[in-house]
């Protein structure tokens, strides 16, 4: 599963970040086992308008979306590199994730300590990226502005709060998107549908082995249809029907939005 790091000055806002991000999961959807891996480490349903249509049509008992595992990494500041403040331990675990979420402190209280005293975010946003780079960490990253009001003007980057969750579901697809993923559905048995990421580019049996290895060895053909022609078509069957249904082999680019029935030997 694709890692993304939560990085950033100590109190910028990442720890909060991240819990907002569990406490985003849709509670009556998949239960998945090892949500939590670690204290800081979780795994973070991708929110998708288009499983709710399919689901529609479809009707199934269970819908299972598909997910991407943030860390929440220790604070780092000016010579991190050099190991100051948790510098190693940041280094280590920042270089094992595929993409780096920046939290950049905009919000304003005074209670809550800036390691350099004033709250700029201009500034703190070199140094983070400044330590990235002379730790070698060359990761695509996602600038994110912790704030408290709307309102004002915050530049081209994405704006949340942090605290609230506001701005938190466009965080979790524009890091999808970071990170090249496209979306392909299955549906088992009318019964289950799972949303399943897969980087851009790749073929159905790729896919076909992410959803289970056996389906990859025996491989016969995948059915596939694209969502809104089965949106359309108001059902599997009925877009079966109507020759709406391709069958395309194991070479087949996969798109974002198919829908796919794997038909496989055992
Ligand atoms: N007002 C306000 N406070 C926030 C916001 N986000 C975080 N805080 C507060 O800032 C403090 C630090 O937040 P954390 O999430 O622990 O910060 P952190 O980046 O994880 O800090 P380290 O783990 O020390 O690196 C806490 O008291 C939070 O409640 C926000 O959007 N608005
Ligand atoms: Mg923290």
């Known amino acids: 599963m694709l890692e993304v790091g939560i990085v950033g000055l100590p109190n910028s806002g990442k720890s909060t970040l991240f819990n907002t991000l569990l406490k985003k999961q849709v509670a009556n959807v998949a239960s998945y086992p090892f949500t939590t891996i670690e204290p800081n ?3 973070v349903e991708v929110p998708d308008e ?3 249509k399919l689901a529609s049509v479809i009707n199934p008992e269970k819908i299972i979306p598909a997910v991407v595992k943030f860390i929440d990494i220790a604070g780092l500041v000016k010579n991190a590199h050099q190991g100051e403040g948790l510098g190693n331990q940041f280094l280590a675990k920042i270089r094992e994730v595929d993409a780096v979420v920046q939290i950049i402190r905009a919000f304003k209280d005074e209670s809550v300590s800036h390691y350099y005293g004033s709250i700029d975010p201009q500034r703190d946003k070199e140094i983070v990226d400044l330590e990235l ?3 070698e960490i ?3 990253t996602l600038y994110v502005v912790n704030v408290d009001d709307f309102g004002s003007d915050n530049g081209p ?3 949340v709060n942090a605290k ?3 701005g938190v579901d466009e965080l979790i697809k524009k890091t999808y998107e970071l990170l090249d993923l496209i979306t392909f559905y299955t549906v088992k048995g009318n019964k289950e549908i799972t949303a399943w990421s897969l980087k851009k580019g790749l073929t159905a049996f790729v896919a ?3 959803v289970h290895t056996d389906m990859a060895k025996g491989f016969i053909k995948a059915e596939v249809i694209g969502f809104d022609d089965l949106v359309a078509a108001g059902s599997w069957l009925g877009a079966k029907s109507q020759g709406k249904v391709r069958l395309e082999g194991r070479d087949y680019l ?3 939005g198919d829908v796919i029935e794997f038909k496989f030997n055992v």
């Open 41 to 43: 480490v979780g795994v």
């Open 50 to 52: 288009r499983l709710a």
């Open 133 to 135: 780079e002379l730790g």
């Open 138 to 140: 060359k990761k695509p």
């Open 157 to 159: 980057d994405l704006v």
């Open 164 to 166: 609230t969750g506001k």
């Open 208 to 210: 076909a082995e992410k």
């Open 254 to 256: 996969v798109k974002d």
